[in-house]
């Protein structure tokens, strides 16, 4: 049985024993395997933003001491922290940062407000908030302050700052509820003793994305995340003179790990970090980065391709663009691919796991019509009636999926673990699809009509 907090379904053991022998889990936490990054790929750049450079080396330091930071400020292994931060260096971090103190990231857009965030800390008892103390205009760290001073839990809010800038929040230490109150750039302290912890112990937390619900709250494990980020990099065949583009929230499955970020650090490549996917911004980041992949939802595709013949810069070092999210018209992916100078693969993908990707061998028709085969060889695939009994290839069916990556349950979600997971641990994943006979996938909708959101900054829970 894996080692999971209270309110995680656990992992069957028969899954356990299949994919320990299997090789797809290999007992290493996250934040341990950055440490070996590290020691392999130490002056090789691993996160750009702007002018910011941040070697391998000084990415494994600085998590390492704001480890010990977040440890004498009072943070526990098991607790919970809200993370809420743009694309930035700090986000990568402070979540590895978090993992190596043994404390939970509870990963948030940063553009939830009060209702999702305070329903989060309820729900994961968070103790810790880290996030900006304004970014767009809106006082992230207030609204901190008025959840702090709602509950019993939220204790301690980290504000980040960028670079040359100060916290009106500087000086608060503690207010009246009892909340401490730290710039994030002060959490830093001497490196101690590393904590002895459990790949299958649940690494960080992400959020399910429903047009028509709240979010749940997904509990990924070390073992799992690092075999899905790892298995989608050797997939895209990415080595160390890659460099990905984060274009699209850092804290999406899509960006975090399809391979993404923690796909690209693990073969030494360098993760270039922007803060929006507009055209200007991501084109001047390819070039001057040379950039070789990226993400992106439908409409960030197509607005794109639009500005292209007004926006002058180098792309030539850009290799594969993958879409998506959102439903894509053929035309824009036959443009993708002609007009960008690249390969497209097609992605789709759920904060639960289950992750579909066209190869870069395909045929053009297989990318520009599916949504591609599963990722895993002992990924279990089904197309299930409203009966629940299979339907033959070429008939739509909703997608249910189990494998080594796909979760076994949301976090203290009883009533709709009960509703959205089968009896023999299948994940139902409310998507119509259809299997074609070479295997892969065409999702045709959302069961009971709803379509998959198009918004960019929640790319349909990848």
């Not at 503690?174 to 909340?179: K, L, Y």
């Not at 013949?309 to 993708?336: F, K, N, Y």
């Given at each position: ?258 391979p993404g970020i923690v796909g690209t650090l693990s073969v030494g490549g360098t993760v270039v970090l922007v803060e929006n996917p507009e055209p200007a911004t991501c084109f001047a980041a390819i070039g001057r980065e040379r950039v070789t992949l990226t993400s992106v939802s439908p409409a960030d595709a197509l607005r794109w391709l639009e500005a292209l013949p007004m926006v002058q810069a180098d792309l030539s070092g850009l290799r594969l663009l993958q879409i998506g999210g959102a439903p894509l018209h053929r035309t824009t992916a ?129």
């Amino acid at each position: 049985m894996t080692s999971m907090l209270d309110g995680c379904t656990p992992w069957p053991e028969e899954y356990v024993d299949r994919y320990w022998a299997a090789g797809h889990w290999r007992g290493n936490t996250l934040d341990n395997l950055l440490r070996g990054w590290a020691l392999r790929h130490g002056p090789r750049t691993a996160l750009v933003h702007g002018d910011t450079r941040i070697t391998y080396a000084n990415l494994n330091r600085r998590a390492d001491r704001m480890a010990a930071g977040f440890r004498l400020r009072g943070l526990r292994p098991g607790q919970r922290v809200v993370v809420q931060l743009p694309n930035v260096p700090e986000f990568v971090i402070t979540v590895f940062a978090l993992m190596r103190a043994g404390a939970v990231p509870v990963l948030c857009p940063v553009t939830h407000r009060a209702p999702v965030v305070s329903r989060l800390v309820r729900i994961t008892e968070a103790v810790g908030y880290v996030g900006p103390s304004t970014y767009d205009g809106f006082d992230h760290t207030g609204m901190a302050e008025d959840i702090a001073a709602r509950g019993v839990f939220l204790r301690r809010v980290f504000t980040f700052e960028p670079s040359g800038t100060s916290s009106p929040y500087g000086g608060l230490t503690v207010d009246p509820s009892g909340c401490h109150y730290f710039p994030l750039s002060s959490i830093d302290a001497p490196p101690d003793r590393a904590r002895a912890q459990s790949a299958g112990q649940v690494a960080f937390m992400l959020l399910s994305d429903d047009a028509t619900a709240v979010p749940e709250v997904v509990p990924r494990t070390h073992n799992d995340y690092a075999y899905q980020a790892q298995a989608a990099a050797e997939l895209v065949s990415l080595t160390e003179d890659d460099a990905y583009l984060a274009a699209l929230p850092a804290e999406s499955n899509f960006a975090l790990g399809c391979p993404g970020i923690v796909g690209t650090l693990s073969v030494g490549g360098t993760v270039v970090l922007v803060e929006n996917p507009e055209p200007a911004t991501c084109f001047a980041a390819i070039g001057r980065e040379r950039v070789t992949l990226t993400s992106v939802s439908p409409a960030d595709a197509l607005r794109w391709l639009e500005a292209l013949p007004m926006v002058q810069a180098d792309l030539s070092g850009l290799r594969l663009l993958q879409i998506g999210g959102a439903p894509l018209h053929r035309t824009t992916a036959e443009r993708a691919g002609a007009e960008l100078g690249c390969r497209l693969q097609r992605v789709f993908g759920m904060a639960e796991g289950v992750l579909t990707l066209t190869r870069p061998d395909d045929p053009d028709e297989t990318v520009l019509t599916t949504q591609g085969r599963p990722l895993s060889p002992d990924d279990e695939i089904r197309m299930v009636d409203v009966d629940g009994e299979d339907v033959p290839d070429g008939e739509p069916g909703e997608l249910l999926a189990r494998g080594p990556y796909t979760v076994p349950g949301y976090y203290r979600a009883s009533d709709r673990n009960a509703r959205s997971f089968t009896a023999d641990g299948f994940f139902r994943t409310g998507e119509l699809a259809r299997r074609t006979p070479d295997g892969n996938l065409i999702m045709t909708g959302r069961l009971g009509g709803s379509a998959r959101r198009a918004d960019p900054a929640h790319p349909a829970d990848l």
